[in-house]
């Protein structure tokens, strides 16, 4: 993957993060979160320990980045500018069928 398409990802994955934070606050707090602010509202841990695995914890801007890359790989034509939260949670919950599926067998 190319340099531009990386900071493509980035930003997208950074606006993207904004916008599924803003869910969660009522109007007053959303309206105060940016994309240049909103590292001050995440948490400090960045991963997590389960199952004897390190774990990046989930809706983080890393983590939505690499489900944009996982898209882009499947992908390989689609604009990273026009992806939404929505495609984000579709990913994730193919991800989760496809490993519960891979558990049964």
Known sequence: MNSKKSKLI????????V????????KEEADKITVD???NYLPKQT???????????AYTPRWISNK???????KPNIDVASLTLADIKKE???WKQKEQ?????
């Open 92 to 94: 994730e919950q193919q």
């Open 47 to 57: 991963h997590l320990f389960a199952n004897r695995q390190l774990w990046l914890t």
């Open 101 to 105: 599926n891979f558990q049964k067998n």
């Open 37 to 39: 602010n909103y590292f």
């Open 10 to 17: 980035r930003n997208k994955s950074n606006e993207l993060f």
């Open 19 to 26: 916008e599924w934070l803003k869910t969660l606050l009522r």
């Open 68 to 74: 944009i890359k996982r898209i882009v790989e499947r």
